[in-house]
């Protein structure tokens, strides 16, 4: 199992410009999450969802959007870019039943 | 608001000592933490957690301890081991197997001296 994968790696974008970050998970889990984290700072939830076709905001949703089409995959669409969210993105999954969150190694967002 | 706090950025140990990691949180209605490790350019993984109805869980060198009534949670490492060299994070959540909307700390980078 690979678990949970996210691309790109890294990433800069320009003010305004939008792009769609990809998160796969290969586990069957119904709950899958994103979160950000910026410098010196803990991780806060932006989107989760319970399965597919079913999403709800978490604690800092503005600026972005997602989807869930299918159980594996949770993309993360920013749609104009700002300097503000320059973060490291990480996307988690769980399995109904279970208190373990499994995480991607993360994409590193830049925008100037 | 920061519900959950780690107020030591940064915490130094000698190898085979013990490390002790702290977190506060503020919000009672939480009912399951955490604690995540996270090495540079990886993902966090999980380590340890506890429900509120217990005070302690402990897996083989980890031990986690849980004061409600102080709202206060600690993270034990015996003995400590240069691979434990990592930051760590506290988290909370108001279910654990539910939707586990967690909340994160801050981090505690924890550095293991030989």
């Known amino acids: 199992n690979a678990g949970v994968t996210q691309t790109p790696k890294f990433r800069i974008l320009k003010i305004g410009q939008s792009m769609t970050l990809q998160c796969t998970q290969d586990m069957n889990h119904n709950y899958m999450y994103w979160y950000r984290q910026d410098p010196g700072m803990g991780l806060k939830l932006i989107y989760y969802s319970v399965g597919a076709g079913i999403t709800d905001k978490g604690e800092v949703p503005n600026g972005y959007n997602v989807s869930r089409s299918t159980t594996e995959d949770f993309p993360l669409r920013l749609e104009l870019a700002a300097p503000s969210q320059t973060s490291v993105y990480f996307c988690?999954?769980?399995?109904?039943?279970?208190?373990?969150?499994?995480f991607g190694p993360g994409t590193r967002l830049t925008v100037l | 608001d920061q519900q959950v706090k780690q107020n030591s950025p940064s915490l130094s140990v000698q190898e085979g000592r013990i490390s002790i990691l702290n977190c506060d949180y503020t919000?009672?209605?939480?009912?399951?933490f955490l604690w995540y490790k996270k090495y540079p350019a990886e993902g966090p993984t999980f380590l340890i957690s506890?429900?509120?109805?217990?005070d302690k869980n402990e897996d083989g060198r980890f031990t986690v301890f849980l004061n409600k009534s102080a709202k206060h949670l600690s993270l034990h490492i015996v003995p400590s081991q240069p691979g434990d060299s990592a930051v760590y994070f506290c988290a909370a959540s108001r279910e654990a197997s539910g939707a586990q909307k967690l909340v994160f700390g801050q981090g505690t980078r924890l550095t293991i001296n030989p």
């Open positions: 988690a999954s769980k399995d109904r039943g279970y208190n373990e969150q499994f």
């Open positions: 919000n009672s209605m939480f009912d399951y």
């Open positions: 506890i429900s509120s109805i217990k």
